[in-house]
């Protein structure tokens, strides 16, 4: 049975230009409890503008699950410890889930 999730729980997703950034990341991410869990999706393809130009790279996915309540802080230290000038990093809001499993994301982020 899904479990309504009022968007209490989020999906960031960010992109990284390599793997090893993407694994320090995600450890520190889930070591300081911003995130219950990332994902690291290596080898997508990127279309987008920057500076006037249509550019194309190669690049790592992070799909980043965590509570909204997290979001502010997990966006700083995203900000912070990216190596892009500006990165991408947008929440999706989660509207349901296993509740088990949104169980384990609220215990795993700190959340009492």
Do not use: F
Request: charged share 15%; net charge negative.
């Amino acid at each position: 049975m899904m479990k309504n999730a009022q968007s209490q729980y989020i999906l960031v997703l960010t992109n990284v230009p390599d793997q090893t950034v993407a694994t320090t990341l995600a450890h520190a991410i889930v070591e300081n409890k911003l995130a219950a869990c990332v994902n690291i999706l290596p080898g997508i393809q990127s279309v987008y503008r920057w500076d006037g130009k249509t550019e194309q790279a190669v690049e790592v996915s992070m799909h980043i699950k965590t509570l909204s309540t997290r979001y502010a802080a997990l966006e700083a230290y995203l900000h912070e410890h990216h190596p892009y000038d500006v990165p991408e990093i947008i929440a999706v809001p989660v509207v349901a889930g296993l509740p088990a499993y949104l169980h384990w994301l609220e215990e795993q982020t700190g959340k009492e």
